[in-house]
């Protein structure tokens, strides 16, 4: 499968940007997914994932309130709706799946990511 996240860009604290992650080559409604996050200098850290169904969602506590992860299995795709940036939501976002969802140490399969910058 090939994940590719799209979406990010330059906005000012307080804006929203809609990432979106789209397959192909395989589909998605089998897998869990998730956002993920690398600032610069930073490692990677798990943003939010969600379960196979969408019923089911887990987020990282500094975005807790403000993101919003959801899935369209028939579109094979998975949004990232994120409100009241703040500079240190800057990085680059990637998509990636997994098996369970409340595990997103086990996910992979990463797919190109998408720059999200948040000026102060």
């Known amino acids: 499968v090939q994940l590719q996240a799209f979406g990010g860009g330059l906005v000012q604290a307080g804006g929203s940007l809609r990432l979106s992650c789209v397959a192909s080559?395989?589909?998605?409604?089998?897998?869990?997914m998730g956002w993920f996050r690398q600032a610069p200098g930073k490692e990677r850290e798990f943003v939010a994932t969600?379960?196979?169904?969408?019923?089911?969602?887990k987020y990282v506590d500094s975005v807790k309130g403000r993101f919003t992860i959801s899935r369209d299995n028939a579109r094979n795709t998975v949004n990232l709706q994120m409100n009241s940036l703040k500079p240190e939501d800057t990085a680059v976002y990637y998509c990636?799946?997994?098996?369970?969802?409340?595990?997103?140490?086990?996910?992979?399969?990463w797919g190109q990511g998408t720059e999200v910058t948040v000026s102060s």
């Open positions: 969600i379960s196979r169904s969408g019923a089911y969602t």
């Open positions: 990636a799946r997994g098996i369970l969802y409340y595990s997103p140490a086990d996910f992979g399969s």
């Open positions: 080559g395989d589909s998605l409604s089998t897998y869990a």
